[in-house]
């Protein structure tokens, strides 16, 4: 489609357009619907409530993109953000330090992640096959290790992390705002650009995630 405005002919392209803000158009076209249906949906404290659940897909969804501008895909992070949780919640029970704790339950989510790499890197199998799989096996230790038993009595230092708020701010929403703003400032600039340039760079990995070129 082409319009003219002060005498030069300016080309739209709404496929490409639907192709980079599609995703984004329908967001706002479903806030919009629901902005509709409820008077209250707009309001600061159901927006704080919507960000503040959202938090840990946040947070998960920001490290998901350097996976995907890879032509790589994780499966298995909520299933490995599951045992990780779980773990550090069992240890903090047992009064073990909130430190030791948080490593942990880091660790745990790094070994898997891990495990993944190098399957996916050495053996050469794809990222889905190998997520699934890590998936179902992070998924039945979670519950194999609780026995399907909630972890409760945790210590209040903890519990901060997800019901405490600083000032009006939630803590899962300053968590989710400090993980962005480290993964847009990180030293280098911008490396995400490099990552996006180097999976560029590889033919196979573009005609497998259906770029052109």
Do not use: W
Request: aromatic share 8%; hydrophobic share 50%; with cysteine.
């Amino acid at each position: 489609m082409e319009l003219t405005l002060f005498d030069r002919r300016i080309t739209i392209d709404f496929r490409e357009i639907l192709q980079r803000f599609g995703l984004l158009l329908v967001f706002f076209l479903l806030c919009a619907v629901l902005a509709v249906l409820s008077d209250r949906f707009l309001t600061i404290s159901n927006l704080v409530n919507v960000l503040r659940q959202s938090a840990i897909n946040g947070i998960i969804a920001i490290g998901m993109t350097y996976v995907i501008l890879t032509g790589g895909i994780d499966l298995s992070v909520g299933s490995v953000l599951a045992l990780s949780t779980v773990i550090t919640a069992s240890l903090l029970q047992s009064d073990v330090p909130v430190p030791l704790a948080f490593v942990a339950g880091l660790a745990v989510g790094g070994v898997l992640g891990l495990v993944n790499g190098v399957i996916i890197t050495k053996l050469h199998i794809p990222p889905f096959i190998t997520t699934l799989g890590m998936l179902v096996i992070a998924r039945g230790l979670a519950l194999t290790y609780t026995q399907g038993r909630s972890i409760t009595g945790l210590p209040q230092v903890f519990r901060f992390i997800g019901t405490g708020f600083i000032g009006p701010i939630p803590m899962p929403i300053i968590l989710l705002a400090a993980t962005f703003l480290i993964a847009v400032l990180i030293p280098e600039p911008h490396p995400h650009r490099a990552v996006y340039l180097r999976h560029r760079q590889q033919p196979g990995r573009r005609a497998l995630c259906g770029h052109p070129g």
